[in-house]
């Protein structure tokens, strides 16, 4: 390992790797990808929310969204609803599918969390985290 260039880019790729493949690999019996169980976990903190509103919220640009949604619309994870003021707008429920496996879904991205960070101390996952979301926030 001495070799690997001191590249942050480099750095946060591979982080990206290891977090993105625990988590994929957890989620294969219920069929969903990443981005799905990101979505859903989007609805359950904000249930109802238009596709824009939750694209704002997750910082998912709308072509990425709209094909992510439409996917879990056909696998019976989420249901649109016309909004009741505005028919042209569409809102975004989590289905029963989804609520009755919920907890689960969310205890499982949690263990993944836990996994990830095992060999951090206390204090280094606060810092860690803060500084991601230094990272994040700052456009």
């Known amino acids: 390992m001495k070799n690997i260039p001191d590249c942050t880019f480099f ?12 988590l994929k690999k957890e989620l294969i019996p219920y069929g969903l990808t990443n981005m799905q169980h990101l979505i859903l976990e989007g609805l359950w903190y904000q249930e ?4 824009a509103e939750l694209g704002k ?4 640009d709308k072509a990425t969204l709209s094909g992510i949604i439409d996917r879990l619309g056909d ?3 989420i249901e649109k609803r016309p909004d009741e003021s505005d028919k042209r707008v569409f809102r975004l429920y989590p289905s029963k599918k989804a609520n009755d ?21 206390m204090e280094e996952k606060i810092i860690f985290k803060r500084l991601l979301r230094t990272l994040f926030l700052e456009d």
């Open 11 to 22: 750095f946060l790729a591979k982080a990206h790797q290891k977090a993105h493949g625990l």
């Open 48 to 51: 109802g929310t238009t596709a």
């Open 57 to 60: 919220l997750l910082i998912l």
């Open 75 to 77: 696998g019976g994870w």
């Open 101 to 121: 496996l919920k907890k689960e879904l969310i205890e499982l991205r949690i263990r993944g969390n836990d996994l990830l960070l095992e060999d951090f101390t």
